[in-house]
């Protein structure tokens, strides 16, 4: 069983704070996904990164994928409280079928 | 489109009754799958489907059957409900089985208690 593990497992923060949640496994990753999620509201989708070293920007959130496709971080700069939510990361095995496994995920709290 | 849509979205059951979570979509997606989400635990896959008529197991499928006769549709059922399946459920979908190219969209669940 591949495992993904997320740290920090709650984070709150102040309004234009910094922040990096991580994600890490032992296994090797074809893809990794991250996802944020709203309460009563299933996980929508922020990003796929597919290549080991990739860089991906979305406004505010910047997404890296590990050079050994084993781990991925989520840097979020001067954090809004629109950015409170459950961020998931989901990796896809290379032996698992394209099943995805999804980290515990990191409660963000953003206070203004 | 409504998306992916999951009923009921509140239940509570007693030990050994059985019940069906439903789940509907309209994109016309190939791919369906059903999770179950517990604190601390992140989102585990009970069963996926690839296509009509077709369905297999995931990570914890124990206690529960799923079936897909339509593209559209994909219930879980729950023969006898454990304290233990208390957890909230998330069906999701996408146009096929390859995460990295076809993202997940799921619907906003199914919160399921067992006295």
């Known amino acids: 069983t591949q495992l993904l593990e997320q740290s920090p497992q709650f984070l709150s923060i102040q309004e234009g704070e910094n922040l990096t949640v991580y994600c890490n496994s032992s296994?090797?990753?074809?893809?990794l996904q991250w996802y944020r999620q709203e309460p009563g509201e299933g996980p929508v989708l922020l990003v796929t990164?597919?290549?080991?070293?990739e860089v991906k920007k979305l406004k505010r959130l910047t997404f890296q994928f590990g050079d050994a496709r084993k781990d991925s971080s989520l840097h979020i700069t001067a954090a809004q409280p629109g950015d409170t939510g459950l961020y998931l990361c989901?990796?896809?095995?290379?032996?698992?079928?394209?099943?995805?496994?999804f980290g515990e995920g990191t409660q963000l709290t953003v206070n203004p | 489109n409504a998306g992916v849509t999951q009923t009921p979205k509140f239940q509570v059951l007693k030990t050994g009754q059985s019940m069906t979570l439903q789940c509907a979509q309209d994109?016309?997606?190939?791919?369906m799958s059903w999770y179950r989400q517990d604190p601390g635990m992140g989102l585990r896959l009970i069963h996926y489907?690839?296509?009509?008529?077709?369905?297999d197991q995931g990570e914890v499928p124990n206690g529960y059957n799923v079936s897909r006769s339509t593209t559209e549709d994909f219930p879980l059922r729950l023969l006898s409900a454990a304290p233990s399946q208390t957890s909230v459920y998330f069906c999701?979908?996408?146009?096929?089985?390859?995460?990295?190219?076809?993202?997940?969209?799921f619907g906003n669940g199914t919160r399921l208690t067992v006295t």
């Open positions: 999701a979908s996408s146009y096929s089985f390859h995460p990295a190219y076809s993202p997940l969209h």
């Open positions: 296994s090797v990753f074809s893809s």
């Open positions: 990164v597919v290549t080991g070293g």
């Open positions: 989901a990796g896809e095995g290379e032996t698992s079928g394209s099943r995805l496994t």
């Open positions: 994109m016309n997606h190939e791919y």
């Open positions: 489907s690839v296509g009509a008529g077709i369905t």
